[in-house]
């Protein structure tokens, strides 16, 4: 185990008294100049591409690549029943997201709120992919499967989709 011989705690007091031996230099006049030249150009950019313009693009992005995602992982699924199964699931898990972010603007949600709840929702897809023990992918797909034991399926479908959801 290390020591701690000569070790303090980091506490505000402490940074405090470090940071007066070592005074700040004044901030140059350009700053605010500077700052203000920035607020006009963010008003202008802002008014040649609005942030909801912005916010439907990157809607209809985050739409194609799900779709993109969910057609490489049916060509490995079987095209009967277990399919159709498989395509009604996911269309009512989009229905219930497109549900929330409805929700959230017809709430007075703000395109931050909104952002933020899209950003949540691609991550939960994300986080659903990366987690998944090899074991319960093979619970979960086997049924999916015709009598397969072939591991390298399950493991080419999980990186498959997971390289296209991260």
Known sequence: M?????????T???????????PFPPLSDDVSRLSSDMASLIQLLTLQSPPSQALAAMISFQTKNSESVFNTVMTYMPQD???????QQKERSERNKQ?????????GG???????LLWKQQMERSDSLATMDLQQEQACWKPFFILTDDVSVFSVLRNVVHIFIT
């Open 81 to 87: 029943f277990r399919g159709t199964l498989i395509r």
């Open 2 to 10: 290390a020591s701690t011989d000569g070790l303090v705690p980091i």
């Open 12 to 22: 505000r007091a402490f940074l405090a008294s470090y940071y007066n031996k070592y």
């Open 110 to 116: 703000t395109i931050r709120d909104t952002y933020a």
């Open 99 to 107: 549900a929330e972010v409805d929700a959230l603007v017809s709430s």
